[in-house]
């Protein structure tokens, strides 16, 4: 219990990841699929954002003037959060590229469950 | 701008991609112009940045935006990296002019400025994930090239896009593992500097995050690179692309990965890390291993050619694996040899063969039969490339091979050396058959239609120059060694 409640936020991101996961991997239908993928990237992404946190601290700007020394433990650690807005940049371009190949799928098969474009894929 | 080589090595493909965009809506017949001159630019650049390595004998160290390293993004080129550049931007450059007709033919006058512009950003990905030093960098790098390969192959016949999405749901899941492994050796360091890693790493090699961290890199990369098991999207994605991605893509995409595969592990983790410590390359090596065997049988029941270069591909990459597996430093060169030969070799295969698809527009193995009278040049080259693979000695393939079994021997990996023999046994009935069909002389029927279509003289050219490649790059191969030899890493072995 106390390895769950103090780590939940590995805990959720491990959640998450199994969900995508299985709905990548088991649902048959092509939208699904893209939305189990997207869950698996969210998942990602929010744990990289988890690990910058820190209890107590403060958005990490420093102000002019300052005469204290910085402290890094006051601060919360922005460098996870910068990389993570590439990771959702990249996340919104594979969505993209997804979506577009599941329309080019529809135009052609006028179906976007995998089993049907299997089906017609073996027909030709 | 000879201190700025490094940056723009990435950065030029990558602008002249939007460039190549742009001017395409008002003028499409530049867009394979400026593909030439930006392709031909970087070999240029890759060319010197090589020559400065062998010239100064040490690294070059770049860094964006003059902040130092740890901080900053560091790319840098050593003697592993120089050699992969060189031969993924010259191979890139020769594959975009053999195949000009053939996208002219594929895409569709419409379009062509597009599938340029995404093949320059093909290039910047492959580039860029060999120069840079910074490991969130490199699934960025990853990504882009993994992109424009989705688009590249999904304009392909029917059957394609779907092949594309899978593809595309595979390499998702490999570049996720890879960004949550990076992510796992943030936790533990704080940073994401490849050589700033290394350091920090030393005194963390009992963590378990670590091994996890490198688990997960190793799974995601494994994907993206076709390894034995997870090879699945491969075949499907690359034989039902265009000719003209197919032959971009699949001598490049795969090797460059592996390049990845030794630079995380043997310069990011100490070099017994990833071998000794905990033997995870051994462990993928037993399974490539078998997995090789079961490419080969899988090639030789393959009766489209393309699909069976396709199988071939996957168990080259898996030689690559054997030689890291055989844990010292005669495999590990037989490893980067290969490398860079089995793009040369691949390289010619497919070119050959979309060159001989253009004009037979089949690739079934029946179509072929016969045609070495009619198309000499070509089908001559393409055995060329297959007796390379085979590893039969003038040509390139019979070194790294070589090295790889000389390191399997000294390591003595009994098991991996039988399969690795049995696999080049299988490589050459498959290449064998072919020559059998071609060099048949009764029942070339389909023949004699008038409508005879001739290889282009940049097509030819293309096709001899690579030929000359695999036997010049055989003579040098003493050469090479002598300068992977002088890769830092090695002599922690």
């Known amino acids: ?120 894929l073996k027909k030709r | ?21 742009m001017t395409g809506i008002c003028y499409r017949a530049a867009a394979y112009h400026l593909t030439v001159i930006t392709a031909a630019f970087s070999t240029f650049i890759a060319i010197c940045l090589f020559i400065q390595v062998i010239v100064e004998g040490m690294t070059i160290s770049y860094h964006i935006g003059g902040w130092e390293p740890p901080w900053g993004i560091e790319y840098a080129v050593d003697h592993l990296n120089a050699l992969v550049l060189l031969a993924t931007s010259l191979i890139g450059l020769l594959t975009i002019i053999h195949s000009r007709k053939i996208v002219a033919r594929e895409i569709g006058g419409e379009k062509t400025h597009i599938f340029y512009a995404l093949v320059l ?46 593809y595309m749901i595979f390499g998702t899941v490999g570049a996720g593992a890879y960004l949550l492994g990076v992510g796992y050796l943030y936790i533990l360091t704080g940073s994401l500097n490849m050589s700033d890693l290394l350091r920090l790493l030393s005194n963390l090699y009992g963590s378990p995050t670590l091994l996890a961290g490198l688990l997960f890199i190793l799974l995601g990369l494994a994907i993206k690179m076709a390894a034995f098991p997870l090879h699945g999207w491969l075949p499907d994605a690359y034989s039902q692309a265009p000719a003209s991605t197919s032959t971009l893509l699949a001598p490049l995409f795969t090797k460059v990965v592996a390049y990845v595969i030794i630079r995380i592990c043997f310069t990011v983790f100490h070099p017994s890390f990833a071998l000794h410590t905990y033997p995870l390359i051994p462990i993928m090596g037993a399974i490539v291993g078998v997995g090789i065997i079961v490419m080969g049988v899988m090639a030789i029941a393959q009766s489209d050619i393309r699909r069976m270069l396709c199988y071939i591909v996957i168990a080259e990459v898996g030689y690559i694996i054997l030689g890291l597996a055989a844990g010292n430093r005669l495999g590990m060169i037989g490893a980067i040899l290969h490398i860079v030969y089995d793009m040369f070799m691949m390289a010619l295969l497919f070119n050959a063969w979309a060159t001989i698809y253009e004009h037979l527009k089949s690739s079934h193995i029946s179509a072929w039969r016969g045609i070495s009278k009619k198309y000499p040049l070509e089908v001559a080259t393409f055995i060329l490339g297959g007796l390379s693979v085979i590893g039969i000695p003038p040509f390139c393939g019979f070194f790294s091979k070589w090295f790889i079994i000389l390191g399997l021997v000294e390591g003595g990996k009994w098991f991996l050396l039988a399969t690795l023999l049995l696999s080049t046994l299988l490589a050459a009935v498959c290449f064998f058959r072919i020559l059998e069909q071609t060099s048949l002389t009764h029942g070339s029927n389909t023949m004699d239609d008038r409508s005879e279509k001739k290889t282009s003289l940049s097509e030819g050219v293309v096709l001899a120059s690579l030929s000359a490649f695999l036997i010049i790059l055989g003579a040098v191969s003493g050469y090479l060694v002598s300068f992977i030899e002088k890769i830092p890493f090695l002599g922690a072995l």
């Not at chain 1, 939208?31 to 990289?48: D, E, H, R």
């Not at chain 1, 990771?87 to 080019?104: D, N, P, R």
């Not at chain 2, 590249?152 to 896009?161: D, F, P, Q, T």
């Open chain 1, 1 to 120: 219990m106390e390895l769950i409640v103090s780590k939940f936020n590995y805990w959720a991101y491990i959640v998450m990841i199994l969900v995508g996961l299985y709905g990548m991997m088991v649902k048959r239908n092509l939208m699904k699929k893209v939305i189990g993928m997207n869950i698996f990237q969210w998942s990602i992404i929010l744990f990289f954002i988890s690990i910058g946190a820190k209890k107590g601290a403060t958005v990490p700007i420093i102000i002019k003037g300052t005469e204290h020394a910085v402290k890094a433990a006051d601060y919360i650690n922005p460098l996870p959060h910068v990389l993570m807005l590439t990771a959702i940049v990249v996340g919104v371009a594979t969505t993209g590229i997804a979506l577009a190949l599941i329309i080019l799928a529809y135009r052609r098969y006028r179906t976007i469950e995998e089993d049907r474009i299997i089906e017609a």
């Open chain 2, 1 to 21: 701008m000879k201190a700025h080589w490094p940056i723009l090595i990435v950065a030029l493909p990558l602008i002249m991609s939007f460039v190549t965009f």
């Open chain 2, 121 to 166: 950003l093909q290039i910047t990905g492959l580039l860029g994930m060999t120069v840079t030093s910074d490991v969130f960098n490199l699934y960025v790098l990853l990504e882009i090239a993994s992109f424009s390969a989705y688009g590249l192959i999904a304009v392909g016949r029917k059957g394609a896009e779907f092949a594309a999405l899978r």
